[in-house]
């Protein structure tokens, strides 16, 4: 049996950071990676962003080599057992999971859908595209949105369908999200909401992005607490071991300039949450209070956010130009800011994190000053 003093299990974007931790916390200890993907960790953010704009693929590597693990690629753990210390053939002291999540899938769909999530999936899309194929992009929230604009922007026939009223119905205001909509219609984007999937006739390919769910499963096997996701206090520790952490997409975990424990699918966090859970499993003891933030590109629009970004919260909001250049608080009611979505406003997120933290009320000047 193999033996390491850390053994990471999920080689994405968090399990690199987790290792990168490690190594901020012990120079020597030795780290093995488990992923099931064949290939070694890379950004997940350029699959649906730069490289649709010319950008390398080479350029997205994560640069495990810094760290010096042990990569076992194209491996699936099947088990874990946190009382002997044993993952199938490995043997571990500090176990850290970072196993992210699964897309959610479509109801009787057949096997042709991609659930686009890896490289893999940005490589068959991509040939398909360059080979000139009609999509039906199945979802209007954060990757269905990304993806239908990638498509279109390379000269693609496009159709767009998800259930909800608009695009990115669940986070943007309603008269945002209905401007977005037009504006993809305007883009030439076949745009069709209130509309479920059904059939897959008349084009060549479907894509959907849908979410994920949490791979919780070796979690829940080996008796850890598990709530939308695994459960974690501020270091990234699994309620009720000592030897045990979850980090990034897969872990719910505090959030105290919300009050709140949840779970958040971000690269943003993915780097911080899996960064601090490494070094705390090699000893650091430091609490994870980071409020993760995220962004988007939608054609020549873009945002930042950072916090609860949630539809359905009362908004406060301040237009420099209508629709094109702003600032909107999701507030609580007292009007305390929860979250600030920052539309085609760049560099604010840190004075947006201090405004959540203060927990002061929010009015028009305050968002002037944000977005000015």
Not at 20 to 29: K, L, Q, S, T, Y
Not at 39 to 51: M, Q, S
Not at 89 to 99: D, H, I, P, Q, S
Not at 268 to 293: C, I, K, M, S, W
Request: some cysteine; hydrophobic content about 40%; proline content about 5%.
């Amino acid at each position: 049996m193999r033996s390491f003093r850390y053994l990471v299990v999920g080689g994405g974007m968090t399990g690199d950071a987790v290792c990168n931790g490690i190594r901020d916390a012990d120079p020597e200890g030795s780290i093995g990676l488990v992923g099931e993907e064949p290939v070694a960790p890379y950004k997940r953010p350029p699959l649906t962003k730069g490289l649709w704009k010319g950008g390398d693929e080479s350029k997205i590597w994560r640069n495990v080599e810094q760290h010096g693990a042990e990569l076992v690629l194209g491996r699936r753990i099947a088990s874990i057992d946190p009382v002997a210390r044993t993952a199938v053939e490995y043997a571990w002291e500090r176990l850290v999971l970072a196993t992210g999540g699964s897309p959610r899938r479509l109801p009787d769909a057949g096997s042709g859908v991609v659930y686009y999530r890896t490289l893999e999936d940005y490589r068959r899309v991509r040939a398909l595209s360059d080979d000139g194929a009609r999509f039906l992009v199945v979802g209007g929230g954060f990757i269905g949105s990304e993806i239908a604009a990638a498509l279109r922007s390379q000269g693609r026939d496009v159709t767009m369908i998800f259930p909800e009223p608009g695009i990115g119905w669940r986070t943007f205001p309603p008269d945002l999200s209905r401007f977005v909509t037009d504006y993809y219609r305007e883009q030439g984007v076949d745009v069709r909401s209130e509309t479920f999937f059904e059939s897959a006739e008349g084009y060549d390919a479907v894509v959907a992005g849908l979410g994920i769910v949490p791979r919780t499963e070796l979690a829940e096997a080996a008796g850890l607490e598990v709530a939308d996701g695994i459960v974690v206090d501020d270091r990234g520790r699994a309620e009720g071991q000592e030897h045990v952490f979850a980090a990034g997409d897969v872990a719910n975990f505090p959030m105290p300039a919300l009050g709140k424990t949840g779970r958040v699918e971000h690269e943003d966090h993915a780097n911080t949450h899996g960064r601090v859970v490494g070094a705390n499993a090699g000893g650091a003891d430091q609490p994870y209070e980071h409020l993760p933030f995220f962004y988007s590109d939608l054609f020549d629009l873009g945002y930042e956010a950072v916090g609860e970004v949630d539809s359905r919260n009362e908004t406060v909001e301040l237009w420099l130009e209508p629709n094109r250049k702003g600032v909107v608080a999701y507030v609580d009611e007292k009007r305390r800011p929860r979250g600030f979505l920052l539309w085609n406003v760049w560099d604010k997120v840190e004075a947006a994190r201090g405004l959540i933290a203060a927990g002061a009320t929010v009015g028009e000047e305050t968002l002037r000053g944000l977005a000015g």
